[in-house]
């Protein structure tokens, strides 16, 4: 059985940073596509930074938080972390971990992944 259990959320002022966390169990991060995504209220769920193996050495991140947020991973500790810094108003959302591609579709596409967390919720205010 897969589970993802995302940590690390909270409230914070705008310029200030987090580091979302999330662990995994019944599946190997090192070994598959793994990513976070986000979803603010009315609207539609979409890719913050996400690694593919094929692509390792280059994860792909938003362009909304390109240079501000860093993805990486622990396969030691079989765990996903997102560093995110000079937090903006609109990066508030509620930030899901997800793994294992099992369709190809666009980068980024939260419709290619099957295995989602609960979720940690981001909150910045200004």
């Known amino acids: 059985q897969v589970r993802l259990v995302e940590s690390g959320g909270g409230s914070v002022q705008a310029g200030g940073s987090l580091r979302l966390s999330c662990a995994a169990s019944?599946?190997?991060?090192?070994?598959?596509?793994v990513g976070w995504f986000r979803q603010a209220p009315g609207k539609e769920r979409e890719g913050v930074a996400v690694?593919?193996?094929?692509?390792?050495?280059?994860?792909y991140y938003a362009a909304s938080v390109q240079g501000r947020f860093t993805i990486s991973q622990d396969n030691a500790k079989n765990t996903l972390y997102l560093q995110m810094m000079s937090l903006k108003t609109e990066d508030t959302a509620m930030y899901y971990c997800a793994a294992v591609r099992f369709r190809t579709g666009a980068i980024g596409d939260p419709a290619d992944f099957l295995y989602w967390g609960q979720g940690t919720q981001v909150t910045v205010s200004s």
């Open positions: 019944g599946v190997f991060f090192s070994m598959n596509s």
């Open positions: 690694i593919y193996p094929s692509r390792r050495g280059s994860p």
